[in-house]
C-alpha cells in the first residue's frame, strides 16, 4: 500500500466506525427527535468514509479530491455531534474532526 | 422524489450500468493489455455514479458537492472509453458524457 | 448487458430509489419515533439493492448468491413499511415486495 | 460497538484493504492476461468486505447473513490469489482466507 495513504485511511476506517455505531445508538435513544439530523450525517459520513479509503487503497486517480470532499462531510459531521451529550455522540465528534483534518492534509 | 434530481439521479444509474457493463466486458477482451485503464476508470465510475444517486435520492446536503466529483470521474471516464472501438466503450462513453454534463448542471 | 438480468436490475434499482426517499421522508416525519426500524430497514434496504444491481450488471460470479441476500431484506423493509400509513411508507412497500419476489426468481 | 463483532470487523477491513492493494498491483502487472479473475474477485471481495463491515458496526438485523455471503466471496477470492506468485496475491490470499474463516464462525 502506498505509505502516504496510511494515516489517511486509518483515520477513515476508524470515523467510518464511530459514525456507524453512532448511527446505530441514536436510532435507540429515547429522544430520536433530537437526533434526525445526527442519524442523517452519521449515514453520510460513514459511507463517504468507507468510499475515501477504497480510493485510497486502491490508488484511485481521484483520491485528492475524494478525501477534499470526505474532509468536509466529516467536519459537518463532527460538528453536529458535537452538539449532543451522548458518549457515542462525543466519540463520533472525535473521530469526525480527526478524519476531516487528515483529509484535508492529504486533499491539500 | 425531488423533481429537481429526476434527471440528474437517471443519467447517474444509466452511466453505472454502462460503466459496470464494460468493466465486465473489458475483464474479457483479448488485448487485455490496452483496457487497464479503462479497467480502472469503470469501476471507479460506476461507484461513484451509484453514490451521487443515493446522495440525490436521499436528499443529502452534500448532492451537489458530490455531483460535482461525479462529473470529473465521469468525464475522466468518457474520455478514456472514447479511445477504444468496442461497442462497450463506445457506449459507456456515450453515457459517461451525458452524465458528466447533466452532473455538472446539478453541480452549478 | 446480460438480458437475463433485466427485469431484476430494474425492480433493484426501483427499490433503491424508493428506500431512500422513504428514509428521507421518515427523518423529517412529526412522529419519528414509530418510524425508527422504518429507517433503519430503509437505509439497509437501498444499500443492498444498489449493491444486486452492480453484481448483476457487472456479472459478477457471486450474483444469484447476492440476490437471495437481497430478497431477505426487500422482505423485512417491505414487511416493515407496509406497517404504515405514510404515502412514501406505501409506495416504498410496494417496491419492496416486487423487488423481493424478483429477486427470489433469479436466485431459485 | 458490540463486541462479539470485534474480531469480524477487523478481519473484514483487513481484507477489504488487501484486496484494493492486489486489485492496484494487478491492474500494473506486465503479465495482466493471467490477472483478469484475481481483478474481478478482488473488487468483488473488497465491496462486500467493506459492505459486511459497515453492517456490523450499526448492528444489522442481517450482519450473520450478510457475513456468510462475505465468507463465500473471501473463500474464492482467496483461492484465486492463491494461484499467483506475486507478494500482493499472496498476501491477499492470506487476508481472505483469514476473513473467510472468521466470517463463517460469525455465521454459524
Known amino acids: 500500500m502506498n505509505q502516504t495513504y496510511e494515516e489517511c485511511i486509518k483515520a477513515c476506517l476508524e470515523c467510518m466506525e464511530a459514525c456507524n455505531n453512532c448511527y446505530d445508538a441514536c436510532l435507540k435513544e ?10 442523517r450525517m452519521d449515514r ?47 466519540r463520533c465528534a472525535e473521530a469526525c474532526h480527526k478524519c476531516a483534518e487528515v483529509c484535508r492534509e492529504m486533499a491539500a
Open 30 to 39: 429515547d429522544h430520536i427527535d433530537m437526533m434526525r439530523e445526527c442519524i
Open 44 to 90: 453520510e459520513c460513514a459511507d463517504i468514509c468507507a468510499f475515501a479509503a477504497k480510493a485510497m487503497q486502491s490508488n484511485s486517480p481521484f483520491a485528492k479530491e475524494i478525501c477534499q470532499l470526505c474532509a468536509d462531510v466529516c467536519q459537518a459531521c463532527g460538528d453536529e455531534c458535537a452538539k449532543h451529550e451522548h458518549d457515542h455522540c462525543k
